[in-house]
């Protein structure tokens, strides 16, 4: 992905998981996920994802006149909230909704995965929730 897409997905991932207490996704491992994701299982759908960000740029400068990393977060709630519901404002090329329920599932994917599976770094989420690994016997 190209160095505007990569600012606009970090900037939609942290839409769906901000940071609090907790680090928000971006901060998660999410990125690499996406990155390690869509270069392996999923490389069928890394144009899918990447047309999305696209017409997500054209719904802000549409509506904002701006990139959407830089508009500001109610902004962005309510740009992905016309997105998720496929009442977007500019005609669409791909499935508003189907991209977003992606982006959104491999969101989450990415910050409670496993560590091993490139997201959940330092199992931040883990201890959010407070799951405790078994051991191995």
Known sequence: MNRICHKTLRAV????IPGDDFPAASENGV??????????????QAD????GLSQLQMECDAQHKQPFEMIASADQDAILTIIEHGKTHTAWQINPAAWFRLVVRLTNEG????PGNGGNPNRASWKMIGYEPRRAL
């Open 13 to 16: 991932i942290d839409r769906v």
């Open 31 to 44: 990125m690499d996920y996406f990155q390690r994701i869509l270069t392996t299982d999923l490389s069928d």
């Open 48 to 51: 899918f994802i990447a047309a």
């Open 111 to 114: 910050y409670y995965a496993d």
